[in-house]
C-alpha cells in the first residue's frame, strides 16, 4: 500500500493544501518557455526602455510643437490671446496619433544600447535605470508572493531572522528566475549584505577583456537595474519599506579558477542595506 496515500486518507487536506495543490497543477498546466528565450527577453528590456524614452521625448516635443502652433495660429486670426489646450486634453485625431506613429523610427538593440552608454542627458539617463528598478520592482513583489504561496502560506517572514530573508533571495528567488542561485553570500550581521553572483546569466554572454574600459562596462551597467529592483521588490513584499532599502551593484574579479576565457569577465556584487525592521 502506498504510504503516502495511506497517509492523506487519514489527514484530509485543509483548505490551504488544497488551494496549494491547485496552484501546482496550475503551474505544470501552463506552457513552458525555455531559459535562454527568457533570458533574451529580460535582456531586451534594457533597449526596450531607452526606445520608450525616446518617444516619450518626442511626445513632449510634439506637444509643446504644438502649443506653439496654436499659439500663432490665434494671433494671426486675431483672436488676442491664443487658449493653449494641453495634447491630452485633445481627441485622437487632434492628436493625429496614427500619423506619429507611422513616422516612428525603429533602432535595432544594439543602436539603442549603444546610444544609452554614451547618453549625455543625465536626467534622461536616470529616468531609464529608474524605469528598469521599477520593472524589477514589480517582478519581485509578485515572485514573492507566488514562491511563499506555492511553498508555504504561513511562513511569517516577521519571525525571521534578514539572514534568512536574504537566504530566501539567493536561493529560492535567483533559482527561480535564473535557474542558478546566488554563488556567495556576506554579511556584517548588522543589515548590510554582499549577494555575489560570479556568473549573473543576463550578461554572460557578453564578450569583454578582463581589462575593459570603463565606458564598456558602463554599457553593461543598466542590465543590473532590474535585479537591483528584484530584491528592493522581494523585501517590499515581505514588509520592508522601499525607501529604507538601499540597493547598489559593483563588478568584482571572479575567482581564478573561474575566469572563462570567453564571455563576460567579471562577477557582480549586489551590495543590500537594509535600515529598518519588516511593518
Known amino acids: 500500500m502506498d504510504p503516502g496515500r495511506n497517509y492523506q486518507a487519514n489527514h484530509p487536506l485543509t483548505e490551504q493544501e488544497k488551494k496549494q495543490q491547485q496552484f501546482r497543477l496550475f ?157 556567495n553570500l556576506k554579511t556584517n550581521h548588522r543589515g548590510t549584505f554582499y549577494l555575489i553572483d560570479y556568473n549573473y546569466k543576463p550578461i554572460q554572454a557578453f564578450s569583454l577583456s578582463e581589462e575593459a574600459p570603463a565606458k564598456e562596462l558602463k554599457m553593461v551597467e543598466p542590465f543590473l537595474e532590474i535585479p537591483l529592483g528584484l530584491i528592493k521588490g522581494v523585501l517590499a513584499s515581505l514588509g520592508y519599506s522601499p525607501e529604507e532599502v538601499i540597493c547598489i551593484s559593483s563588478f568584482v574579479d571572479k575567482p581564478a579558477d573561474d575566469r572563462p576565457k570567453y564571455g563576460f569577465p567579471k562577477g557582480v556584487s549586489f551590495h543590500v542595506q537594509v535600515n529598518m525592521k519588516p511593518k
Not at 524614452?53 to 504644438?66: A, P, R
Not at 531609464?128 to 528598478?133: A, Q
Open 27 to 183: 503551474q505544470e498546466s501552463l506552457p513552458k518557455v525555455s531559459q535562454l528565450a527568457f533570458q533574451m527577453l529580460l535582456n531586451e528590456i534594457v533597449p526596450q526602455a531607452m526606445a520608450v524614452e525616446n518617444e516619450l521625448n518626442d511626445l513632449n516635443s510634439l506637444e509643446q510643437t504644438g502649443d506653439r502652433t496654436s499659439a500663432v495660429e490665434g494671433e494671426r486670426k486675431g483672436e488676442g490671446e491664443a487658449e493653449n489646450i494641453p495634447i491630452n486634453d485633445l481627441s485622437l485625431q487632434e492628436k493625429e496619433v496614427s500619423s506619429y506613429n507611422t513616422n516612428l523610427k525603429i533602432q535595432p538593440s544594439h543602436k539603442l544600447i549603444m546610444e544609452l552608454a554614451e547618453l549625455e542627458d543625465e536626467e534622461k539617463y536616470n529616468n531609464i535605470l529608474k524605469r528598469l528598478r521599477n520593472i524589477g520592482f514589480e517582478m519581485g513583489k509578485k515572485m514573492c508572493e507566488m514562491l511563499v504561496f506555492s511553498n508555504n502560506p504561513n511562513l511569517h517572514f516577521k519571525e525571521m531572522d534578514l539572514l534568512l530573508i536574504m537566504k530566501f533571495i539567493c536561493r529560492d528567488v535567483w533559482k527561480q528566475l535564473y535557474e542558478k542561485p546566488i554563488d
